[in-house]
């Protein structure tokens, strides 16, 4: 695990204009996987309510 985090800071310090944040979803996906955490499953958005005549006024 040392060696990875390392590789991780390696790959990504040094790096000039922002690359961070030009790449934030790769450094956090990368930064996730170094802390050995589980990546997020993406679900659907939830869907709207839809109104009905029985539940209109």
């Known amino acids: 695990m040392q060696a990875q ?3 991780f800071i390696a790959r990504w310090q040094g790096q000039e204009g922002g690359q ?5 979803a790769l450094f956090l996906t990368e930064l996730t996987i170094c802390w050995v955490c ?3 499953i ?9 109104i009905t ?3 209109a006024w």
């Not at 659907?44 to 309510?49: E, L, M, S």
């Open 38 to 40: 589980p990546i997020p």
């Open 5 to 7: 985090v390392e590789a």
């Open 53 to 55: 005549s029985s539940s």
């Open 42 to 50: 993406r679900l659907p958005p939830p869907r709207k309510p839809t």
């Open 20 to 24: 961070e944040r030009a790449n934030y």
